[in-house]
C-alpha cells in the first residue's frame, strides 16, 4: 500500500497530485496490478482533505484504465504504466549516475545540470514531433 | 441537483448598516464549502441567516430546500458549529452528551461515545476544563452526531494551534467521507481550506466576489507576465482581476474559459491562496449599487 502525500506550496491541484503519485509509484514499480490503494477515507484522514478530491483522482484512474473501485472493498490498481520497462530502469539509471558524475567533473552544479538535462529533453521531443 | 444553499438577492441590514447585500448563490449539496473573506465581510452573518438565527432584510434564503430553521424537521437537518465552540463550561463531557440525545431527535449515541473515546476526553471533565483544541472536538461532536445533512461551522479552528487545527480538520474530513454531510465553513486560514474545500466563496464588502468549485476556478484562472501593455486591449471573454505594471512588464491574473493563445504572454498557473487573495484586494466595483440600496 503506498501512503500520499501533499505539498501545499506546489500550485498542483490536490488531486492532480495524487494522480501523479499513483502514476509514479506504477513507473517505478512500487505499485502493482491488483494492489490496493488507500481508502477514500482514511486518505481523507490522514491528509486533512476533502474525500471528493481522493474520489476525483481514483475516478481520474480508473478513466485512464488505471484501477478499478470494487464497491464496499476499495479501488485497486488493474494497469501497469512501466511499460515492461522495468528491467532497463537498472542499466539506465547506472549510465545517467556516470553522465552525473561526469557533468560534475566538467564544473557544471546542480542548477545547470537540470537545466542541461530539461533542454536536451525538450529539443529531443521537439524532434520526435518533427 | 439539491442544493444545500440557495440564495436569491439575500441581503441583511442592521440598522443602516448592509451587513450582507445582493447575495445570489447556488451551492450544490455534497460538497465542502469554504467561506472566505476579510473580517466584517459578512461571513457570520450569511451563516447565520442559514441557520435561521438571523431573518433576512431582503431576499430569500432555502437550505436543503426549506427555509432556514422553518420547523423541529428542519432544525435536525442542519449542525451549526458557531464561532468559539460554545459549550458548558460548568458541565461535564458526558452531560453534552446527554443534553444532545435529548435534544436531537435523531442523535447518534454510538457514534457520539466512539468519538469521545478516540479523542481521549474523559467523560468527567468539565468542559471548561478542556483544551481549545479537546474543546472544538468535542463540540464537532456534538454537531455530527445530530446526523445533520449539512455542517455549518464558523470559523472552527480559528482559536487552534497548528496540530489541534490539523487534528480537527483529518477528523471533520473522516466525518464527510463516512456520513455524506455537507459543510460550509468560514476561514481565514486558505491553506486548510485548499486541502479541505472542493468549493469556494469569496466574500468582500457584503458581497459575493467570486464562488465555484475550486478545480474549475483553479483551471479557469492564469497569471499572465509579458511585455507591458494596455489590459484593455485582451481578447474578449478574458476578464482581468488583478493587473500590476512596472515601466517594462505588465503582470494580470486572468479568469478565460479557453486557453491563452497570445505568445508575448508567459503563462503560469495560480494556486487557490494567491487567487483568493486577488479577488479580495480587487476593488469593490458595484459600490455605488449599495449607496443605492441604503
Known amino acids: ?130 | 441537483m439539491t442544493a444545500a444553499i440557495e440564495t436569491e438577492a439575500l441581503g441583511k441590514r442592521y440598522r443602516t448598516k448592509w451587513a450582507l447585500a445582493g447575495c445570489t448563490l447556488f451551492i450544490p449539496a455534497g460538497h465542502v464549502v469554504g467561506l472566505v473573506g476579510p473580517n466584517g465581510a459578512g461571513k457570520t452573518t450569511l451563516l447565520n441567516l442559514a441557520t435561521g438565527e438571523l431573518a433576512p432584510t431582503t431576499g430569500t434564503i432555502e437550505v436543503l430546500g426549506n427555509r432556514p430553521a422553518a420547523g423541529p424537521a428542519q432544525l435536525a437537518r442542519v449542525g451549526y458549529l458557531a464561532q468559539d465552540a460554545p459549550l458548558y463550561a460548568g458541565l461535564p463531557v458526558a452531560d453534552h452528551l446527554r443534553l444532545g440525545a435529548h435534544l436531537n431527535p435523531g442523535w447518534d449515541a454510538d457514534l457520539a461515545h466512539r468519538r469521545v473515546e478516540r479523542l481521549d476526553l474523559d467523560p468527567k471533565q468539565k468542559a471548561g476544563t478542556l483544551s481549545g483544541g479537546q474543546r472544538a472536538q468535542l463540540a464537532l461532536t456534538l454537531a455530527v452526531a445530530k446526523r445533520p445533512e449539512l455542517l455549518v461551522l464558523d470559523e472552527p479552528v480559528a482559536s487552534l494551534d497548528p496540530l489541534a487545527r490539523r487534528e480537527f480538520l483529518q477528523d471533520l474530513m473522516e466525518s464527510v467521507a463516512e456520513q455524506e454531510v455537507s459543510v460550509v465553513l468560514s476561514s481565514h486560514l486558505i491553506s486548510d481550506l485548499e486541502r479541505a474545500c472542493d468549493y469556494v466563496i469569496v466574500l468582500v464588502d457584503s458581497r459575493v466576489r467570486v464562488a465555484g468549485p475550486v478545480d474549475d476556478l483553479l483551471a479557469a484562472h492564469h497569471l499572465l507576465s509579458g511585455p507591458r501593455r494596455d489590459p484593455a486591449s485582451l481578447p474578449a471573454g478574458m476578464e482581468v482581476v488583478s493587473a500590476s505594471h512596472t515601466d517594462v512588464q505588465t503582470t494580470l491574473l486572468v479568469r478565460t474559459s479557453g486557453p491563452v493563445l497570445d505568445p508575448a504572454w508567459t503563462v503560469s498557473e495560480v494556486g487557490l491562496e494567491d487567487l483568493m487573495l486577488a479577488y479580495m484586494k480587487q476593488p469593490a466595483t458595484r459600490r455605488h449599487h449599495l449607496e443605492v440600496l441604503k
Open chain 1, 1 to 130: 500500500m503506498i501512503e500520499f502525500h501533499l505539498d501545499g506550496r506546489s500550485g498542483v491541484a490536490p488531486y492532480l497530485q495524487l494522480i501523479h503519485q499513483v502514476r509514479h509509484a506504477l513507473r517505478l514499480g512500487l505499485l502493482h496490478e491488483g494492489d490496493q490503494l488507500p481508502k477514500v477515507k482514511d486518505v481523507a484522514a490522514g491528509l486533512a482533505i476533502n474525500p471528493n478530491t481522493v474520489l476525483k483522482a481514483y475516478r481520474e484512474l480508473e478513466y485512464e484504465g488505471l484501477a478499478a473501485a470494487r464497491p464496499g472493498i476499495g479501488t485497486f490498481v488493474t494497469g501497469t504504466l512501466d511499460g515492461g520497462s522495468l528491467a532497463a530502469h537498472g542499466p539506465l539509471r547506472r549510465e545517467l549516475q556516470r553522465w552525473l558524475a561526469k557533468a560534475r567533473r566538467a564544473g557544471l552544479d546542480d542548477e545547470s545540470i537540470e537545466a542541461l538535462f530539461a533542454s536536451t529533453f525538450r529539443s529531443a521531443s521537439e524532434e520526435d514531433i518533427a
